[in-house]
């Protein structure tokens, strides 16, 4: 008879009884990690659970590396583990232009955008994605945007990374609030606030790429 961990946090099993953490993992996260990739991804049976099986394998090898307070803290570590296999898949795959269609952009302030020139970033933005859905991609080149669009994600905080991109899949913030460990109550407010500060963070890494440039068509000169 399997033992019961039923009020036993996860990582807690896994620390202690390895062999009976990797059963209470997958059977209380497998399956999750499974639909959502499913849901969210578009991604076959086997594409998922290959995802889902590195992702557990993963947690198993690392989690001796880390500590945390609680399950929901754990939740969010692991999710995060699930959402860099999603991203690093894409990337083998060749397929970076999927990564970043997950990128939200209000419609509203793309369109206002055009007369407003504080807005333009987004716009360019948006641009940039768009043209780069109607390409083949048949090189492996990475437009500047491109490179620097995944530069300031990677600078965010997971559950930032996390928060945008599952608002892009149209996810609810409940299901969203599982993940990330905030009140659900408050994740609208802070996709509002996150959408301004990826905005930002693109418009200065821009302004900084620019600058770069000049510097070295100068030198050339």
């Not at 953490?21 to 086997?46: P, Q």
């Not at 905005?199 to 302004?207: A, E, M, T």
């Amino acid at each position: 008879m399997k033992p019961s961990y039923k009020n036993i946090e996860t990582y807690r099993i896994i620390q202690d009884k390895p062999n009976d953490g990797v059963r209470v993992l997958y059977e209380r996260y497998g399956k999750k990690f499974f639909n959502y990739a499913m849901k969210s991804w578009n991604l076959s049976d086997d594409e998922a659970w290959d995802i889902v099986y590195q992702t557990l394998y993963k947690i198993m090898n690392s989690i001796s590396k880390y500590s945390f307070e609680n399950e929901a803290k754990f939740r969010s570590f692991i999710f995060v583990l699930f959402c860099n296999g999603v991203n690093n898949y894409y990337n083998k795959k060749k397929r970076i232009r999927e990564r970043f269609q997950t990128i939200p952009f209000n419609e509203l302030l793309f369109d206002e955008s055009g007369e407003n020139p504080n807005l333009r970033t987004e716009r360019l933005v948006q641009k940039q994605i768009t043209e780069q859905q109607n390409t083949d991609d048949e090189d492996d080149s990475e437009s500047t945007m491109t490179i620097l669009l995944r530069e300031v994600l990677d600078e965010m905080e997971p559950w930032e990374r996390i928060l945008l991109i599952q608002r892009s899949h149209v996810t609810p913030y409940k299901q969203i609030s599982e993940y990330i460990d905030k009140p659900e109550n408050q994740l609208k407010v802070y996709h509002q606030r996150l959408r301004k500060k990826l905005i930002d963070l693109l418009n200065n890494k821009i302004k900084a790429n620019q600058k770069d440039q000049c510097k070295t068509k100068k030198i050339k000169t």
